[in-house]
T-cell receptor, first 114, second 114 residues
Framework: AQKVTQAQTEISVVEKEDVTLDCVYE???????LFWYKQPPSGELVFLIR??????QNEISGRYSWNFQKSTSSFNFTITASQVVDSAVYFC???????????FGGGTRVLVKP | SQTIHQWPATLVQPVGSPLSLECTVE??????LYWYRQAAGRGLQLLFY??????ISSEVPQNLSASRPQDRQFILSSKKLLLSDSGFYLC?????????????FGEGSWLTVV
């Protein structure tokens, strides 16, 4: 069975601070995909990144960066110089390679105060 | 580019009344389609997915049903709503196939059963 754990339920920071969201996953598959989604107050789920299990290179996209460590089954997400618009719930998710279903973590609510 | 729309955005229904949420995808053919539910304060739960017209798989036993009458149309229904059906419903799509394709979500529908 697959499982995704986001231990931090809520993080509060002041604008311009960095914030790191933890994601730990469990799977018996050797090939799988990891995702991060952002859910702003409006409710829609916005896709941020997809990473396959064979690609352990860290990725940076603007103020967002991701650290994938297969050895510790973690796929952490960092927002650098946070802004108020980053306030949202962030979900980490796992998908089997030979499948089309996402297993979501419980989400981490990020509150960025001005 | 592909777009996904679902409606209505907000719905308040009495217990025992029927439900119909509709979702359409544009800009792609033969997509995989999904219905997810997010109960208040909880994570995302996959309800149904479809790999083609008339092909529906149910993940969770409940009083909801799904139908796919056309290639890019996915409908979530209930004959008699329960209080526990309240929540945020998200339609989603992904490219056809089983290679860990990214799942993209619609704007969501807020359902309150009173």
């Amino acid at each position: 069975a697959q499982k995704v754990t986001q231990a931090q339920t809520e993080i509060s920071v002041v604008e311009k601070e960095d914030v790191t969201l933890d994601c730990v996953y469990e799977t018996r598959d050797t090939t799988y995909y990891l995702f991060w989604y952002k859910q702003p107050p409006s409710g829609e789920l916005v896709f941020l990144i997809r990473r396959n299990s064979f690609d352990e290179q860290n990725e940076i996209s603007g103020r967002y960066s991701w650290n994938f460590q297969k050895s510790t089954s973690s796929f952490n997400f960092t927002i650098t110089a946070s802004q108020v618009v980053d306030s949202a719930v962030y979900f980490c998710a796992l998908m089997k390679a030979a499948g089309n279903k996402l297993t979501f973590g419980g989400g981490t609510r990020v509150l960025v105060k001005p | 580019s592909q777009t996904i729309h679902q409606w209505p955005a907000t719905l308040v229904q009495p217990v025992g009344s029927p439900l119909s949420l509709e979702c359409t995808v544009e800009g792609t053919s033969n997509p995989n389609l999904y219905w997810y539910r997010q109960a208040a304060g909880r994570g995302l739960q996959l309800l149904f997915y479809s790999v083609g017209i008339g092909q529906i798989s149910s993940e969770v036993p409940q009083n909801l049903s799904a139908s796919r009458p056309q290639d890019r149309q996915f409908i979530l229904s209930s004959k008699k709503l329960l209080l526990s059906d309240s929540g945020f419903y998200l339609c989603a799509w992904s490219m056809t196939g089983y290679s860990g394709n990214t799942i993209y979500f619609g704007e969501g529908s807020w359902l309150t059963v009173v």
